[in-house]
């Protein structure tokens, strides 16, 4: 159940970082309450994870979901470069991801 929390941590966490984006370009205060709920439940959930698991590998993954998501969503929704060398390296943070997971 850790790992459940976990991924659900780095997609809350994806959501945040994509609502900061929205912030600036709309002004409105509905994207700042979407952030902040964004990252309160990432928060939330990362704690839940780290009941279980080391907090060095929980770190890591959560950082690596949400970065990584963060940058695929800017590619999706804002239009960022989708150069083949930005999703090569994005791939490889998600399998450092999956590589903690496989050891854990």
Same mark, same amino acid.
């Given at each position: 159940?850790?790992?459940?929390?976990?991924?659900? !941590?780095?997609?809350?966490?994806?959501?945040?970082?994509?609502?900061?984006?929205?912030?600036?370009?709309?002004?409105?205060?509905?994207?700042?309450?979407?952030?902040?709920?964004?990252?309160?439940? #990432?928060?939330?959930?990362?704690?839940?994870?780290?009941?279980?698991?080391?907090?060095?590998?929980?770190?890591?993954?959560?950082?690596?979901?949400?970065? #990584?998501?963060?940058?695929?969503?800017?590619?999706?929704?804002?239009?960022? #470069?989708?150069?083949?060398?930005?999703?090569?390296?994005?791939?490889?943070?998600?399998?450092?991801?999956?590589?903690?997971? !496989?050891? #854990?």
């Amino acid at each position: 159940m850790a790992w459940v929390f976990l991924v659900l !941590a780095g997609i809350f966490e994806m959501i945040g970082v994509a609502m900061i984006n929205k912030m600036h370009r709309d002004r409105n205060w509905l994207s700042t309450v979407y952030m902040l709920l964004g990252f309160g439940a #990432s928060f939330l959930f990362l704690s839940l994870a780290m009941k279980t698991l080391p907090m060095g590998t929980a770190y890591a993954v959560w950082t690596g979901i949400g970065a #990584s998501g963060g940058a695929i969503l800017g590619m999706l929704l804002y239009g960022e #470069s989708k150069d083949w060398r930005r999703i090569l390296f994005i791939c490889m943070v998600l399998g450092a991801a999956i590589g903690l997971k !496989a050891i #854990s």
